[in-house]
């Protein structure tokens, strides 16, 4: 059985940070690249970040140099650290597994992130 649990979501004041973690079971790990995704109320569920199989990692333009995703095959797990928060990061994350060749596609049931004063 595939799980994706986030945690780490929570209130935190602009300037903040928040660190979010995905614990992944039941799929070969490794193999898959990892992702973090938002979705604010009213808006498209978009990209924060990835990071491939490989390691290669990519940001949305909003989040660079602020937000630094990271992976760990032994705890099959992928985190994404989040710093100098805004109110305009206010949403739901959703952790993502994504297997291309097998269309393979797995989501987490979502973290809420606050930023607000």
């Known amino acids: 059985q595939v799980q994706l649990v986030e945690s780490g979501g929570g209130l935190v004041q602009p300037g903040g940070s928040l660190r979010l973690s995905c614990a992944a079971s039941?799929?070969?790990?490794?193999?898959?690249?990892m992702g973090w995704y938002r979705q604010a109320p009213g808006n498209q569920r978009e990209l924060v970040a990835r990071?491939?199989?490989?390691?290669?990692?990519t940001y949305a333009d909003s989040v660079k140099g602020r937000f630094t995703i990271s992976r760990d095959s032994a705890k099959k797990t992928v985190s994404l650290q989040m710093n100098s928060l805004k109110p305009e990061d206010t949403a739901v994350y959703y952790c993502?597994?994504?297997?291309?060749?097998?269309?393979?596609?797995?989501w987490g049931q979502g973290t809420q992130v606050t930023v607000s004063s």
């Open positions: 993502n597994a994504k297997y291309t060749p097998w269309n393979k596609d797995y």
């Open positions: 039941g799929f070969a790990f490794s193999w898959y690249n």
């Open positions: 990071v491939a199989s490989g390691g290669t990692t």
